[in-house]
């Protein structure tokens, strides 16, 4: 997928681009292709920016640690500000609050929209935090070793005072 220039998307009919995809994403591990479609349309001090598509990717369990397809699924749309970027950033202090309106994605009026990495980042966004397999996941599979019974000499000092005063108390 190649970057879109942003004052072009003013000059194509309804300020608008669509972006079939039916490929590869770099950096993401995906079984088969990432399939759906990217629609970028300008709104003149804004992109707006939707998108469904899915893929498959190998994920492993947390809980048994065996490897599981997961469907992964996007149907997302996103406003990104197109702002002008700081004249001077030498003038940024080094320490500012930052409110929650502060807390937006903005792109240069001029600049480039990256749909692929954009599509990378929502897919990213969508992988489950909690990787469990399904509802009848074993769990980790303990088996007891010899080593469980094994007591560590180091605390055979120990062992010899517990046994005396054991006996003493008889």
């Known amino acids: 997928m190649e970057a879109i220039y942003i004052p ?14 039916d490929d590869t994403i770099t950096g993401l ?10 629609i970028v349309r300008h709104g003149g001090n804004f992109l707006e920016v ?8 190998t994920l492993v369990c947390d809980r048994c640690l065996q490897h599981y ?3 992964l699924m996007v ?4 406003l990104i500000w197109l ?24 792109l240069p009026p001029n600049g480039h929209f990256d749909p692929e990495t954009w599509l990378f980042e929502q897919l990213s966004l969508a992988l ?16 007891p070793t010899l080593e469980d019974n094994y007591t ?3 605390w055979s000092s120990l062992a010899a005072l517990k046994e005396q005063l054991n006996s003493s108390q008889d």
Not at 75 to 78: L, R
Not at 87 to 96: G, K, M, T, V
């Open 50 to 57: 939707t998108s469904q598509a899915e893929t498959i990717t």
């Open 8 to 21: 072009h998307l003013l000059k194509s009919s309804k300020r608008t681009a669509e972006i079939i995809v």
């Open 29 to 38: 591990n995906t079984l088969v292709p990432v399939k759906g479609s990217v």
């Open 128 to 143: 489950p935090l909690r990787k469990v397999c399904g509802t009848n996941c074993p769990g980790a599979n303990i088996k």
């Open 75 to 78: 149907n997302i749309s996103e």
């Open 152 to 154: 560590d000499s180091r």
């Open 83 to 106: 702002e002008s970027e700081l004249q001077n950033s030498a003038d940024i202090p080094l320490e500012r609050e930052v409110s929650i309106e502060d807390l937006s994605e903005t």
């Open 69 to 71: 397809n997961h469907r």
